[in-house]
């Protein structure tokens, strides 16, 4: 275990710039903060290269045959690292994971994801996802950095247990079609009630922008258009809502 004293330490420095995507990207390297995190991530086989703990934190002690590097820090150093109000105690520098583009198959269940900004709403829309069994999701253009540190710990882990690929959308939605995956567009107009949706074996459902929605060349593109049925008088739902319902709805009549 090595122990950091200084705010002017090196590697605590090169931990904090972590808190922005070009030094993300740059390292392939990203924080995770708190306890079920990292133990989702040690679950899931992605690789720690540090981890640091508050002074008189536990660490758990299966951990510790992870091949990591264990730091300890006073609380102040732990404060300046976490990204949240309240640090948890533990925060690791984990290795991006790589994915195959290659994840769609005939019959599968995906979710395309066009310009979502909002980390909170990416990352809760992932772990939606991942509970109602997908196979794989896509990140399309615009949409916010999987990596983020409020988009990691909204997915509650989620980002661990399924595939997750940035692509371009309208390539994804091409291989769909080759596979003969129907492809369904969220839409507040020329759209089909979910309650009408037939009945599918596979599906590629595509969520947009927080304002724009989908892309109207996406939604071109789409088999169909869908809509969920409002009964009070709010003009549309969240995103991250909005894509649960249809999730669900698309299982049930799978």
């Not at 002690?61 to 404060?79: G, Q, R, S």
């Not at 089909?192 to 071109?220: C, H, T």
């Amino acid at each position: 275990m090595k122990y950091i004293e200084s705010e002017s330490n090196a590697s605590l420095k090169q931990w904090k710039k972590l808190h922005t995507k070009k030094e993300r990207e740059k390292t392939r390297t990203y924080l995770l903060e708190g306890p079920h995190l990292i133990e989702e991530a040690i679950s899931s086989g992605a690789k720690l290269q540090h981890v640091v703990v508050e002074e008189n934190f536990e660490i758990k002690e299966e951990w510790l045959k992870e091949k990591f590097t264990l730091w300890t820090v006073p609380a102040k150093l732990m404060k300046q690292l976490s990204e949240t109000e309240k640090p948890q105690g533990i925060i690791a520098v984990c290795e991006m994971m790589e994915t195959q583009e290659n994840i769609l198959t005939e019959h599968g269940r995906f979710l395309l994801i066009d310009g979502v900004q909002d980390p909170g709403n990416l990352g809760t829309i992932i772990r939606t996802a991942d509970s109602a069994g997908l196979d794989g999701v896509f990140l399309g253009e615009g949409t916010a950095d999987l990596y983020n540190g409020k988009t990691v710990r909204s997915t509650q882990g989620s980002l661990f247990h399924l595939p997750i690929v940035k692509a371009d959308l309208k390539t994804v939605i091409e291989m769909c079609k080759k596979f003969e995956v129907p492809i369904l567009s969220s839409s507040l107009s020329d759209a089909v009630d979910m309650r009408e949706i037939p009945e599918m074996k596979g599906f590629a459902l595509i969520v947009g922008n927080e304002g724009q929605g989908v892309r109207q060349s996406l939604q071109n593109e789409s088999t169909m258009n869908v809509k969920i049925p409002i009964f009070g008088q709010a003009e549309s739902l969240n995103v991250s809502v909005a894509t649960g319902i249809l999730l669900y709805e698309l299982q049930r009549k799978r």
